[in-house]
């Protein structure tokens, strides 16, 4: 019944450790999104893809990179952990542009 | 002016109660509008659209006031199931990437038995 997987849910790793953070979907929607979500913040953009088409948000920090092989599957590859990089780490798809975004449940990292 | 604004809260009412929360928005050109649901530590869940002059779905009604850059959210007869942040959403509407969301901060409800 999931539509939007994200693993692994929890997530520790050490300070300048590179962590994978990985997203499926079964909806074969268009957009694929990753937010960063820190505590009683709002969602914050990282980037999204609209099919093979990639667009970084301009104050996403070069440490945060992401790719997507095929339509279901979306990576957030962050290359060296800072401590401000703790945050839940949500992954969201829309079946077009501007539509309704249904998120996974999200991946909470931890960084040592 | 936020692109996105509500009042944090929190709001602190008895079951069976009537509340309603507010945001307004910056951009004019915003096209979509939404209401998301997030419970402490989970994602955010859609819980409705607003796409026109507002819906309603059960307890719930959303409104829009184009003019005055508003949206409106009720809940009747609060349930203690209705605990929890209300995010106001609205897409980005110029530049790149319009189609782009903006999350508000969130109103937090707190429903007492």
């Known amino acids: 019944d999931a539509m939007v997987i994200q693993n692994p849910r929890y997530q520790v790793t050490q300070f300048g450790k590179p962590v994978t953070l990985s997203c499926s979907q079964t909806?074969?929607?268009?957009?694929m999104y990753w937010y960063q979500q820190k505590s009683s913040q709002a969602p914050k953009l990282l980037f999204h893809y609209y099919d093979k088409d990639f667009n970084n948000e301009a104050d996403t920090p070069d440490n945060f990179q992401s790719r997507r092989p095929n339509t279901s599957f979306c990576f957030l590859d962050i290359r060296s952990p800072g401590l401000g990089d703790a945050a839940m780490y949500l992954c969201?798809?829309?079946?077009?542009?501007?539509?309704?975004?249904?998120f996974g449940p999200g991946t909470r990292l931890t960084v040592t | 002016r936020k692109e996105v604004e509500q009042d944090p809260g929190p709001f602190n009412v008895p079951e069976g109660a009537t509340v309603a929360f507010n945001c307004t928005y910056s951009n004019s050109a915003s096209q979509s509008f939404f209401w998301y649901r997030q419970d402490c530590r989970k994602e955010p869940k859609l819980l409705m659209s607003?796409?026109?002059s507002g819906n309603e779905d059960g307890r719930f009604t959303a409104q829009l006031n184009r003019a005055s850059q508003y949206i409106s959210l009720l809940i009747r007869d609060s349930k203690l199931s209705d605990s929890a942040t209300y995010l106001c959403?609205?897409?980005?509407?110029?530049?790149?990437?319009?189609?782009?969301?903006?999350f508000g901060k969130g109103t937090k409800l707190s429903v007492k038995p």
């Open positions: 959403v609205v897409n980005k509407g110029y530049g790149g990437s319009q189609g782009n969301l903006i």
């Open positions: 607003v796409y026109s």
């Open positions: 969201a798809t829309s079946r077009d542009s501007g539509g309704e975004q249904y």
């Open positions: 909806l074969n929607h268009n957009v």
